[in-house]
């Protein structure tokens, strides 16, 4: 399934991808009526004046999140996720069907998203961070090198609900025996047991623009506004620096070694 | 209210403002149980099967929708919309009462989005784009002149609806009798007696950056990413020509004068 790595996507949770999750996805795939009970999707009517007149505007009450523009300095990449969506694949099914058309290929509702996470818990923001980088990503990174960038409010029409974005580094290379960011192997990827399947992938930095821009690849807009910030950014070289000029030219020759080698993963996390 | 208009923003809507909507809206705001019936909201539970195992997730039915990134070249400004959003509000009451403080102000909920509409007419995107900057911002620009750019999944967790972005420029200048990009006097702003009050507004081209990275100003990622996308393109000379340097020097130096002083708008939509 070579479609599945475009713009120099590489996947760094081998035995966690898109193929393994098509191959234990599926094949029923039913909408049922919501029976009012959802701890995720809470619809209400809110109900208000506007010019002496009373107003009814349907909302959906849903829980504030983080998510984390993610750099690894020695693969030169940005560290995104991707995974099934349930409500993604719902919307496809529903205009194929009003279209007359077949239905639509699960892989078509693989989203790519920023490692993120509901702020659901008694921590400060920067530790849910710190806990979604590691659970979902398998990389340790420091506290204090997680720092807010921006604010988005997640469909103002309906959920309102805000979407606070931060920027960290990975660093440390890959195969060093100890330091702050090594990868897990099989994890970030989320709990398998409990229908998570979540594939890390590395995104090269200059394939930025170009994977933004294609259309074709369903994306949140948190991922595209934070991606083309810090690309530009690191760019400007107001956003720390990069690899060296000549791994750089070297890696326009013949491409980042470590993102065409295979990639030797060492766990880190308790099993 | 001058904290109405951060980051040198100005209206392009007088009559139809923050203020003026601040002063039709309220006091009453409450949430109550939605009926099952609403053509807005539609909640339901998606049921697949996962590694052998049915899960569920629960997901909300929603329209797609366009958003335009639009820059107004004799204003050297970025047009963008805002208005209040009652799950906004609701979310940030919500969040108030967790937290044991006094109810937000209603201000903290208008919310600053692109010119965007839902996809729910059969014409193409780039005519419902043409006619949402029309009745939205009051611009008539040509339909050869709206191009695609991204697509956004809006709400991947939960809605999954694609949010797809263009870009187009308005010209023409204010001051000219016949042109293809004139204000409408009072209108962009949506209808009143419909319950909508958009204030158009224009962001000084410099001040994109700042703008949208202050947390405290609520706005849509939509938003975010686009005028991100833009202002770099426009800077790196891949999107079209700027206003003269010339220009550029004396406001840098002075201000745009057609964004301080008082513009003088004509309608050109029928009445």
């Given at each position: 399934m070579p479609e599945a790595y475009p713009h120099g996507l590489k996947t760094l949770t081998p035995g966690n991808t898109i193929v393994?999750?098509?191959?234990?996805?599926?094949?029923?795939?039913?909408?049922?009526?919501?029976?009012?009970?959802?701890p995720y999707v809470r619809p209400k009517a809110a109900m208000y004046d506007f010019n002496g007149k009373e107003r009814r505007w349907d909302v959906v009450e849903s829980h504030s999140s983080v998510g984390v523009i993610l750099y690894h300095r020695e693969l030169d990449a940005w560290v995104i996720v991707r995974q099934f969506r349930p409500a993604v694949?719902?919307?496809l099914?529903?205009?194929?069907?009003?279209?007359?058309?077949?239905?639509?290929?699960?892989?078509?509702?693989?989203?790519y998203e920023l490692c993120a996470g509901l702020i659901d818990k008694s921590k400060s923001n920067a530790e849910i961070c710190q806990e979604e980088i590691l659970e979902e990503c398998g990389f340790r990174v420091p506290l204090e090198g997680i720092r807010e960038v921006a604010v988005g409010i997640a469909s103002a029409g309906t959920q309102g609900s805000p979407h606070i974005m931060y920027y960290a580094e990975a660093s440390g290379g890959w195969?060093?025996?100890?330091?702050?960011?090594?990868?897990?192997?099989?994890?970030?990827?989320?709990?398998?047991?409990?229908?998570?399947?979540?594939?890390v992938l590395a995104l090269p930095f200059h394939h930025c623009q170009p994977f933004v821009l294609d259309?074709?690849?369903?994306?949140?807009?948190?991922?595209?506004?934070?991606?083309t910030w810090a690309y530009f950014n690191k760019l400007n070289g107001s956003l720390g620096g990069r690899p060296a000029a000549a791994k750089e030219e070297a890696e326009a020759a013949n491409g980042n070694p470590l993102l065409t080698e295979e990639l030797t993963l060492r766990p880190v996390l308790p099993a």
């Open positions: 393994e999750a098509l191959n234990i996805l599926g094949p029923g795939f039913r909408l049922v009526p919501l029976d009012g009970s959802s694949y719902a919307t099914l529903r205009e194929a069907e009003a279209a007359g058309k077949p239905k639509p290929p699960f892989s078509a509702a693989f989203t195969r060093l025996a100890v330091d702050s960011s090594m990868a897990v192997a099989g994890a970030g990827g989320g709990l398998v047991g409990h229908g998570e399947c979540i594939e259309g074709s690849l369903p994306k949140s807009p948190g991922l595209m506004f934070g991606l």
